[in-house]
């Protein structure tokens, strides 16, 4: 297995412009969450799917965040318009809910200028 | 509320060594499953360890292991015989199964410098 793929690994974008990540669960798990981690808030969940149906967005900080998946393999979060209080490694995790332990993709540096 | 507390911001540790990195939880579940993960420098999430609140055992998994006291909701990790890729940030999280909650909260994390 492949693991969770996120991709970019980096991205650099100017202020105002939509940003999006990408991420490809593990084929089987059936939850799917995205966190984004900095130095001042450490690990922050913003929204997780559980069969691609959106459970708990309480996470994601305001109306410019968005986040979709439009089937099992597969889920983007988009920023519209980006910030520079944005920038932050954001990470994609999936589960199976058998055991519960999360497998996380290798992060996106987003980096707002 | 669902809350994991890690109150050591930095630890040093002599190679060989073995060290124990603090955490304590708080829920009002009684199923939940405690985690530790393992973020290097260069950035990804390593999964080291799971305990489940109805494990009577303490997990191991080579030189880690819980310390888990259930009632006094601490889930330690032991690393024992430190090396010098041990040095990391080390975050503790929990999970609740009942409810509605689902998600795994983290907590602030421990960076451990190991020295040789």
């Known amino acids: 297995d492949a693991g969770v793929i996120q991709s970019p690994r980096h991205e650099v974008t100017e202020m105002g412009q939509e940003v999006t990540l990408r991420c490809k669960p593990i084929?089987?798990?059936?939850?799917l969450f995205w966190y984004r981690q900095t130095m001042m808030r450490g690990l922050e969940l913003l929204i997780y799917?559980?069969?691609?149906?959106?459970?708990?967005d309480s996470g994601m900080p305001e109306d410019r965040f968005s986040a979709k998946m439009p089937n099992a393999s597969f889920s983007t979060l988009k920023i519209q318009p980006s910030e520079p209080r944005d920038s932050a490694v954001y990470f994609c995790?999936?589960?199976?809910?058998?055991?519960?332990?999360?497998?996380f993709g290798s992060g996106t540096r987003l980096t707002v200028v | 509320a669902q809350k994991i507390t890690q109150t050591q911001p930095g630890m040093f540790v002599q190679e060989k060594e073995a060290v124990t990195l603090d955490c304590t939880y708080d829920t009002s579940d009684q199923s939940y499953g405690l985690f530790w993960y393992k973020q290097p420098s260069s950035g990804e999430m390593i999964f080291l360890i799971y305990q489940g609140s109805y494990d009577e055992q303490n997990a191991t998994e080579g030189r880690y292991s819980l310390n888990f006291q259930k009632a006094r909701k601490s889930a330690n990790l032991v690393i024992s015989a430190s090396q010098l890729g041990d040095s990391a940030m080390y975050f503790c999280a929990m999970r609740s199964y009942g409810g509605a909650t689902n998600k795994l909260i983290f907590g602030t994390g421990t960076l451990l410098a190991v020295q040789p």
């Open positions: 799917f559980n069969n691609n149906v959106p459970i708990d």
């Open positions: 995790a999936s589960s199976s809910p058998g055991w519960g332990g999360y497998t």
């Open positions: 084929s089987g798990h059936d939850y």
